[in-house]
């Protein structure tokens, strides 16, 4: 993380209320969730340059909206709540605009082995493709605990979805990345 | 349920995604500069309502769950049987009870044969009263 300031969140809470520090108080809050958040976002996107822009977009957000967060839920749930929405409604225009249908989401990875900021070798590019095919709840729940490893509890907060809910959907992932996988070898 | 399947253990969490270097210090460097100004509320004082509204909160459910129990407990006690004593002296007193309840040994052919007889009579009587 690169906060210099030991990040206490509760303290950080307090000071974004409080007109003279709120500043400062984002500026650490930017420091220690730029990188989740940027990852969570990536992960739905998969274009570096698209990410970029809906993290700020995540920030600008959250900081004209300061005022209505008053800290009944964690910082880290409504920074979530508000980069999965940029994300998704960033990729329901994308639809729009390539034309494609709703369930249709290859066109994200069409370009990855071109792009610059991918290196991974063909497992892994499958996998991202085997990911892509899952439903997009599906998607960010299997993202979500494979990748950053959140607990279901905080996914739930998220999400909105009961925690047995999203196990069930973790598992009909897994089995459908372990069927694209067995299907295409 | 199982975590992870074979070939994700064989992957392993790096997905190959890459970013610039120093990009995350950068981002909150330039992020934190490009922040537009604006006005930050500071959170109104909690009112007197805000502070004691936790114990009247409590002190209503409290105040349930002892009408509850008044309730049930009320119902129990009718069960257990205080009876009126009124009732109980009517029923003691036999000249209350019917007289099917006292002989209730009393069969159908019983009834039977002593509608009969009370049929005979009747006719006897009737022949008597033409005879005359």
């Known amino acids: ?185 | 349920m199982k975590e992870k399947s074979d070939i994700l253990l064989k992957i392993g969490k790096d997905a190959g995604f890459k970013v610039p270097e120093n990009y995350f210090s950068d981002f909150a460097e330039k992020m934190a500069s490009s922040l537009p100004e604006q006005e930050i509320k500071p959170l109104p004082e909690p009112t007197l309502w805000h502070k004691v509204r936790p114990f009247v909160y409590m002190a209503a459910m409290f105040a349930g769950v002892w009408c509850m129990m008044q309730m049930f407990n009320g119902i129990g006690t009718k069960e257990k049987g205080i009876y009126n004593p009124d009732i109980v002296a009517g029923f003691q007193n036999e000249a209350n009870v019917d007289d099917f309840m006292l002989h209730g040994d009393v069969s159908e052919y019983d009834i039977l044969t002593y509608e009969d007889s009370v049929a005979a009579d009747d006719l006897g009587s009737i022949a008597d009263t033409s005879a005359h």
């Not at chain 1, 973790?170 to 694209?180: C, R, T």
Request: charged share 30%.
């Open chain 1, 1 to 185: 993380m690169a906060s210099q300031k030991q990040y206490n969140e509760d303290e950080i809470i307090e000071q974004l209320h409080n007109p003279s520090k709120c500043r400062d108080a984002f500026t650490q809050v930017i420091a220690h969730y730029s990188e989740p958040l940027y990852w969570q976002i990536r992960r739905m996107v998969i274009d570096h340059d698209d990410t970029n822009d809906l993290l700020q977009n995540t920030f600008l957000k959250a900081w004209t909206n300061i005022d209505n967060f008053r800290g009944d839920a964690k910082l880290s749930t409504w920074l979530y709540k508000i980069a999965i929405n940029e994300s998704i409604t960033f990729i329901n225009k994308e639809k729009a605009k390539n034309n494609v249908s709703l369930n249709d989401e290859s066109f994200l990875i069409d370009n990855l082995q071109a792009d610059d900021w991918f290196d991974g070798d063909d497992i892994k590019l499958r996998l991202q493709k085997a990911i892509n095919q899952l439903p997009e709840k599906q998607r960010l729940v299997f993202n979500m605990r494979y990748f950053d490893e959140m607990k279901y509890e905080e996914m739930s907060d998220i999400l909105g979805t009961s925690v047995g809910a999203l196990k069930a959907s973790y598992h009909h992932a897994l089995k459908k990345i372990e069927q694209f996988f067995s299907s295409n070898d």
